[in-house]
């Protein structure tokens, strides 16, 4: 009897520690859902810099720097301010066929680029989607003190996010992605930081196109407050 009895006891501790960790990861979430809301709100009365850069293994590179910020359903949105690349238009139907080349790759560096936005600038409904599904454990190492939640099928299909996030103030200092541009395999590093006072942003993308043997990198940067 006393065997069954330390059995049933810690049976009871293991259920009512899954309970309390299911509870625990909703408030969580939530908290992590109302932090970035927030910060997306205070984010809209910002305008910044994207310094955007795609270079291949062949040596191609294209260049862009854009003016971004966020509209009103929280969406980035991009104007090209400057843009350059050393694909160098030839005559006859090379040059024609290196012009819809490098207009290829300029309309993938958009598809990119918006996927990968997709993961900075959740929505709150997102969010909460993310961690309701979403498994959490604790860091180690560099991440030691921050909460590793990952997640699948999050903005696009098939795709695996993992959010290193602070506990202390509920925002992520890290995002890593695997995903897809249309039919394009793509993964990437998304690093944030606080503006004191103010939003969490992003400072700085990798992310690799290995099919296209491609890396683009954007620094995010000149975050003021839009007059």
Known sequence: MKTWGILIAVFLVAFLAQGAAVEDKAAFGTACADAQAASMQML?????????????????????????RLNEKG?????????????????????????????????????????????????????VEFFKSATITEGSGDDAGKLIVVGR??????????????????????????????DVPIDGEILFRPIEGGPNVPRMATINVPSKEGVVTAEFLDYAKQL
């Open 44 to 68: 809209k009365a910002f305008k910044w810099n994207a310094d955007t850069h795609l270079s291949t293994s062949d040596g191609k590179e294209i260049h862009y720097k854009l003016a971004c």
């Open 75 to 127: 969406e980035m949105v991009r104007e090209v301010k400057e843009s350059d690349s050393n694909i160098r238009r030839k005559r006859g139907f090379r040059g024609m066929a290196q012009h819809e080349q490098a207009e290829a790759a300029g309309e993938m560096l958009d598809h990119i680029v918006s996927v990968t936005a997709s993961y900075m600038y959740m929505t709150r409904a997102e969010e």
């Open 153 to 182: 099928d999050v903005t696009v299909e098939g795709d695996e996010v993992t959010k290193v996030v602070d506990p202390a103030t509920h925002f992520p200092v890290r995002i890593t992605y695997q995903s897809k541009a249309g």
